[in-house]
């Protein structure tokens, strides 16, 4: 409660708010260094100078003493405990969740454990109540736009429980390895799955430089990372970071989960333009409808004077108001005559809009800021039900989160438009499996479900409204 009235005062004493969180997150600690993680990178609510403080927390929390050997012991018992040959009693990293330790295996194979902090789920009950309570008290106080903080703390509380499973998270590892295990580019550490349980996890050692401390060398000595990453790894980041954009990409397209949190901690820079990720807390699954979101690829591979913006609104229609779009077809079919169809009234509408924001897309061409087009699509169509699907939606948040610490280092490097060319030239569409949602319908709950939503529309856009009632209504008493 000091902190938001001091967050509330410096309106007027001009203190730093971020000053005053950095402070905050630092006394507490936790699960409150975790939320400022998912916060800095995924909002505006920081400037970038604030969030390359922040980036900090990455990987810099403070140790915890803990009997590593007695964990363990209980944990595996002392059969697999006899596999490994050394542990390190100290921790050579440490997390929000956890602490990592070196150790090596009786067949000489250097490895990290992973063990969770104890009593992590009563703390974490008891932090969520109370960020909830502060976040009520915020809005309440504070007026600010840039943030939905009740929908943020509810995606973070959610990823945050599926992150404290690490059984789950060596599943993950393990599906990743056995996929990848001969990529050109990505390197995925061997998960020991026998020595794995829920509260710790066992894995290949990797070395590398992860992406924070490059960020951080980069802050130290601004403007030649890219030569020393060069000499010391024969890595270009210009070659690097697209290969890492493409290569989370197509995995949402043509295989069943991708990496869906590539944080700067999360990715560690190897020699010869390759990389690894490191942790598989969060993974993605794909979107069922595999085709709309190659669609929804072709389309953001054109600039703004080239998308067709009808091709764009049937794709967002289908993909984001499945529901809406069947309600509709099942009305023409039992109400509409050959000339007047409410399916195409309706892409017509949706075509007008997206028309109306072209020059707006323009302006992000330059910076090819694709979330912000999406939100203005899904946004253009929300009088028509349109939201943006939820898989889709991971990957998006999966882009953001990498681009935005590609942006700490390379702010004028956009590649993104490229990418999904290329994309588009390695994929064919014959080769995408879909799966199209099943949605039952009957003519009566169509047509309730038609006029209701056309008497709301009354609020949001009358003169579409009227057009509704003379063109299609009288059918309805033929």
Known sequence: MLYLLQIISSRISKKSISEIIFTAVSDFGGVYIKLIQFVCLRTNILTEKDKLRFLSFYDNVAIEPMPIRQILTSELGDVKLSQFHSINPEPFASGTFGQVYKAQLVDGVDVVIKVKRPNLVRKLRY?????????KIFDFLVEQKMIDLEATLSEFEKSTYQELDYWQEAQNADYFYKTMRNHPRIYIP????????????????IGGIAVTDLIRYNTQHPGVYQDWLRKNYQTDPYVLFPSIAYDIAIQGLIQGRFYADPHPGNIKILPDNRYAYIDFGIIGDSPDNRLLYYDVLSSFSKKAAQMDMEKIG????????????EQIHTFDEYFSDENHSLREMILGKYKSLLESKRDKFRQFDEEENFLQVCFDIVASGSILNVKVPKKFLTSLKTMIV???WVSYLEPGFHFMRNTYKRILEDVHPAQLLSKKEEIVTNPEVSLEFILEWAEN???KDLPFQQKIDKQLMPNLYV
């Open 127 to 135: 932090d969520f109540g109370l960020l909830k309570v502060f976040t």
């Open 402 to 404: 990498f681009k935005s």
């Open 314 to 325: 049937n794709s967002f229609l289908e993909w984001g108001a499945a529901n809406f779009l």
């Open 457 to 459: 529309m009354a609020e």
């Open 190 to 205: 061997k998960t020991f799955l026998d020595l794995c349980t829920k509260t710790i996890l066992v894995q290949e050692y």
